[in-house]
């Protein structure tokens, strides 16, 4: 007894110092990540500090059509926010109707994935990553080769976004420039955190809760690959690639940037968060439904396949990683206003 009420004074000492000391904290550049009690915020580096200032101007831009060659795309067109930043298309199109070739992922909790996209292991960082929907050949997207120029102009035009890029960058004068848009962009997409879920807070189904015993056993060895917090390898492994028996395609995967033979139809494992709202599925969105997603992950007439029962059960727990709060949070949809006016 004595030792808890020894203890609860020792917490409220605690806590007194954090709140004494917190507002300091914040002006001097610590950023609230507003995160559930014992998850830790995604790695930030050095050189791309966060503030509020950025992800603002980041949550702009990632909404600008301006970022495209003819105005008309920005990353929502493809990452919508109410499907958990993907489209519903298995592929799409970027601006000069090159055929997308991959299926557009989710972005919750990308900023904690140590390689980005489905299959290729340069690309380790959100700042790098910015640079293929831009400036990508294999597809064209933005279609923003050779327009670094053009870009920083047309941006350069807006007087709100010259007060953003000031706010956001007073150590580099507020430059306007593909290095300053990609840092925003990238400390916006580190504030897309959806940890709100009925399997965060305890209250599953029961079906979804025989689904969750169902992904965790050996048997099925789903957290395997979807693992952690995250549920993917990515977040803790360079080597997240993974070839599915049931979901060969024409598509090299991995063995396409890394030449090998042994790294064909490798692909990244994806998170799961919001995957119940992010249909379809797998690399080319060929998989339809989640029982579909889950059947590819075996060869045909595999016996170690789920049986539909347990199908239903492990589609249930997929169902409860959505964050409904995350798929409509106005800090992540497009802005109604920029320096105080209007958009
Ligand atoms: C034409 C549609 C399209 C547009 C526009 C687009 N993306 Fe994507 N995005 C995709 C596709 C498709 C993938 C998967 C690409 C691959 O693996 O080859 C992807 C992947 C990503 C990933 C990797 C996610 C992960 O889990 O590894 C990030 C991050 C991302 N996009 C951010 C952006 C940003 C930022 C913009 C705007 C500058 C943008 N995207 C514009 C289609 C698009
Ligand atoms: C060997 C690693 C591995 C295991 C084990 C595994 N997965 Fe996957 N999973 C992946 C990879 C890799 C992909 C993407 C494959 C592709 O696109 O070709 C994927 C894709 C998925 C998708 C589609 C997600 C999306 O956004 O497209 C779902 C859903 C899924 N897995 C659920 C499960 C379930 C449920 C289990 C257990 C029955 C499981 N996985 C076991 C690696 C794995």
Known sequence: MKRAVLFLALAAAALFTVAATTPKG??????????????????????????????????????????????????ATCHEQKRGFTDSNRTRPGVHGDPGRRNIMTLAGVGYFRTLTWADRRETGLERQVRVPLFGQTPVEMGMAGQEAELARRLSQDACYRQMFRDAFPEADGRIDVETVSKALAAFQRTLLAFDTPYDRGVMSAQARAGERLFRSRRLGCAGCHAGPHFTDAATSDDAYHRLPGAASADRGLAESTGRDADTGRFRTPGLRNVAASAPYLHDGSAATLPDAIARHYAPGDRAAPSPADTARLGAFLEALTDEGFLRDPRHALPRTACGRPL
């Open 26 to 75: 914040l002006e001097s550049g610590a950023f609230d990540w507003r995160l559930p009690a014992g998850v830790a915020p995604p790695p930030v580096p050095a050189d791309n500090p966060m503030s509020a200032a950025k992800v603002e101007l980041g949550r702009r831009l990632f909404y600008e059509a301006d970022l495209s060659i003819d105005g008309t795309m920005s990353c």
